[in-house]
Structures are given as C-alpha cells and as structure tokens.
Nanobody, 115 residues
C-alpha cells in the first residue's frame, strides 16, 4: 500500500510561482514513475508532468518551459515547481505513482491563479 500526500497549493497572482510537494509513504525509488496531474472544474484529469525512476521527465505542452518536476529520493518526495503561472493553470493538482502495476493517487491540492 502507498500513501501520497500533496502540499503547497494555494492562491497566487498570474505570473507568480508555487512549489507543490508529494510525500510518499515508502521508498520512491521503488516506483516505476511518479507524476502530477490536474483537473479543472468540469474537465477531465490531465497529465502535467512525469518523472521516471531514473530521472527522465515528460511535460504537457501547456506547461513546458514553466514547470519543472524533480525528485528527492532521500526524502521520498516529488516536487513540481510552477513558474509564470496563468489563470488557466487553476485546478486541483494530484500526485500519482505507478508501483507494482498499480496506480496510486494523492488527495489533491488546489491551485488558484488570479488574473
């Protein structure tokens, strides 16, 4: 069993920055990959960024150049640094882990970007 706990969301003005954290209940090096997804009201949950076990990353086109995903294996934590935030980035952000062929999700953290 895996628990994922997100933190770092909040309200920020357009152009500002936030850093989300996702703390896992076990060694994240065991996970095939981890990532961040987001879901705006009335929309589907979409991929934001993914990081593999050995460090390769992938980003949605809408966040490339603005968001950076990283991991600290010593703290069992994955981060999402979000810069140059836009109102369209407003959503609930969810941490995801793929472990032993199963998907695990955090409870989500709200990010609101005001114009």
């Amino acid at each position: 069993q895996v628990q994922l706990v997100e933190s770092g969301g909040g309200l920020v003005q357009a152009g500002g920055s936030l850093r989300l954290s996702c703390a896992a209940s076990r060694n994240i090096f065991d996970f095939t990959r981890m990532g961040w997804y987001r879901q705006a009201p009335g929309k589907q949950r979409d991929l934001v960024a993914v990081i593999g076990r050995d460090g390769p990353t992938m980003y949605a086109d809408s966040v490339k150049g603005r968001f950076t995903i990283s991991r600290d294996n010593t703290k069992n934590t994955v981060y999402l640094q979000m810069n140059s935030l836009k109102p369209e980035d407003t959503a609930v952000y969810y941490c995801h882990a793929l472990f032993s062929f199963r998907d695990y999700w955090g409870q989500g953290t709200q990010v609101t970007v005001s114009s």
